[in-house]
């Protein structure tokens, strides 16, 4: 089963390659991973599923952990539900079809996992923050998306690029300027942010 389990998950990632999927890179996985299990967290909200991967690898690192997780796109998420099952993980990973910002959801969790569309970081941190159980953790992805948030905006080409970059400052600002968290982003994968409840 040990064997079935990392050629699985190689197969994942291999899928997210070819597929041009966007999945946390590994120093980043290893950081949520470490936190999960040094905070002891046992129920995550995450936004953003894609096809598994790191609703996966985080409830590979804790046999108590359980996930929910929101995907708006049909095609990953049907990705994904086959290789939560295919792992044995779907009485810990229960996943929504869904745009998150349409999504009300009654429970509380020790964790938010950000990791969806970059541009909406504020409305889902606003939406979601009810959620969250005092002494609870929001966790953010893609910070210095792909290194472009310490670029000068003018040496981005892309407009689009420019536009989720500027938000993605704007998201920054918005931690920094939050009373009610404290935030540090890491200097991690792709940069994470861990806003945690005063």
Do not use: W
Request: proline share 1%.
């Amino acid at each position: 089963m040990v064997n079935d389990k990392y050629s699985k998950i190689k197969q994942i990632k291999e899928y997210a390659l070819v597929n041009k999927i966007p999945i946390m890179q590994d120093e980043g996985l290893d950081f949520l991973t470490t936190f999960i299990i040094k905070h002891q967290i046992k129920h995550v909200l995450e936004l953003g599923t894609a096809i598994g991967y790191s609703a996966i690898m985080m409830a590979l690192c804790s046999p108590d952990l359980k996930i929910t997780s929101i995907e708006r796109d049909e095609k990953r998420y049907l990705e994904a539900l086959k290789n939560i099952k295919e792992l044995h993980l779907e009485d810990r990973i229960t996943l929504i079809f869904n745009d998150a910002l349409n999504v009300k959801i009654d429970d509380s969790f020790d964790l938010i996992f950000i990791d969806a569309a970059k541009s909406q970081n504020i409305k889902f941190f606003e939406l979601f923050e009810r959620n969250l159980k005092d002494n609870g953790y929001i966790i953010t992805d893609n910070m210095y998306f792909h290194g472009l948030v310490q670029k000068n905006e003018k040496e981005i080409v892309s407009r689009n690029v420019r536009g989720i970059v500027k938000k993605i400052k704007n998201y920054i600002a918005f931690l920094k300027d939050n009373d009610k968290y404290d935030t540090t982003i890491y200097d991690v994968g792709d940069g994470i942010a861990v806003s945690s409840k005063k």
